[in-house]
C-alpha cells in the first residue's frame, strides 16, 4: 500500500486565494518532499522538510511537518492560474527501506 | 543540461510483445528511479538503483527488469508485456536515496 494520502483529492480556487493540501503518511521518515505536476509533465521538486524541521517557506510555499500526527500541509499563497496542476507528497527513508513512497495526489485548479 | 531523458515518449505494444524503455541523467546522480503512474493511483516504484552496480526492487516489480548500464543510464524492459502494463512510465535521478528527485518526461505505453 502507498506511504502517503492526500487531502483533498481535488481543489478549485479563485486566484489570489490561498490554497491548502494535506499529507498523512503511515510509518517513520527522514523527510517529506512535495512535487508538483502539470498535466502531461513529469513532476518537479517543490520543497524538502527533514523529519527534525517543523516548518519551511520557499516563495509562495510553506510546508508544515507534524511528526508525531504523521501529517505535513502544503500552503500557496496568492494562488495563480498558473498554479494549476497536481500536487504530490512523497515520503523518504527512515523505516521505508529508503524508498520513496507517493501519494495519490491533489489536482488544483486557479480559476483566473 | 537536458536533465532526465526518456526514450521513446510513446509506444505501442501487443500482449506478448517485448520492449525496452530508456533513461539517461546528465547530472552525475547516483541514484535512478523507474515508476508508473496511473490514473488514481499516484507513482509506484517499479525498480531502484541506489548506485552504479545496484538494483533493487520497490513496490511492483513484477514483470519488469532493470539494468544500471552505468552511472548515466538505466533501462527498463518487459520481457512480455500484458495489457495491466498500460501506463506512463517515469524515470527519475537523485544524487542520492531520500534527496529530491529530477523526473523524465515520460514514456506512455499502451499495451492492447
Known amino acids: 500500500s502507498q506511504q502517503g494520502e492526500e487531502d483533498p483529492q481535488a481543489l478549485s480556487i479563485q486566484e489570489g486565494e490561498n490554497a491548502t493540501m494535506n499529507c498523512s503518511y503511515k510509518?517513520?521518515?527522514?523527510?517529506l518532499q512535495w512535487y508538483r505536476q502539470n498535466s502531461g509533465r513529469g513532476l518537479v521538486h517543490l520543497i524538502l522538510?527533514?523529519?527534525?524541521?517543523r516548518e519551511k517557506h520557499s516563495g509562495r510555499l510553506r510546508v508544515t511537518l507534524d511528526t508525531s500526527k504523521k501529517s505535513s500541509s502544503l500552503l500557496i499563497t496568492a494562488s495563480r492560474a498558473a498554479d494549476t496542476a497536481s500536487y504530490f507528497c512523497?515520503?523518504?527513508?527512515?523505516?521505508?527501506?529508503?524508498?520513496?513512497?507517493f501519494g495519490t495526489g491533489t489536482s488544483l485548479t486557479v480559476i483566473p | 543540461n537536458a536533465g532526465v531523458t526518456q526514450t521513446p515518449k510513446f509506444q505501442v505494444l501487443k500482449t506478448g510483445q517485448s520492449m525496452t524503455l530508456q533513461c539517461a541523467q546528465d547530472?552525475?546522480?547516483?541514484?535512478m528511479y523507474w515508476y508508473r503512474q496511473d490514473p488514481g493511483m499516484g507513482l509506484r516504484l517499479i525498480y531502484y538503483?541506489?548506485?552504479?552496480?545496484?538494483?533493487d526492487k520497490g513496490e511492483v516489480p513484477n514483470g519488469y527488469n532493470v539494468s544500471r548500464l552505468n552511472k548515466r543510464e538505466f533501462s527498463l524492459r518487459l520481457e512480455s508485456a500484458a495489457p495491466s502494463q498500460t501506463s506512463v512510465y517515469f524515470c527519475?535521478?537523485?544524487?542520492?536515496?531520500?534527496?529530491?528527485?529530477?523526473f523524465g518526461p515520460g514514456t506512455r505505453l499502451t499495451v492492447t
Open positions: 527519475a535521478s537523485s544524487v542520492g536515496m531520500v534527496y529530491e528527485q529530477y
Open positions: 510509518t517513520s521518515i527522514n523527510n
Open positions: 522538510i527533514r523529519s527534525n524541521e
Open positions: 512523497a515520503t523518504a527513508g527512515r523505516g521505508t527501506g529508503n524508498q520513496f513512497y
Open positions: 547530472m552525475n546522480h547516483n541514484s
Open positions: 538503483s541506489a548506485s552504479e552496480g545496484t538494483t
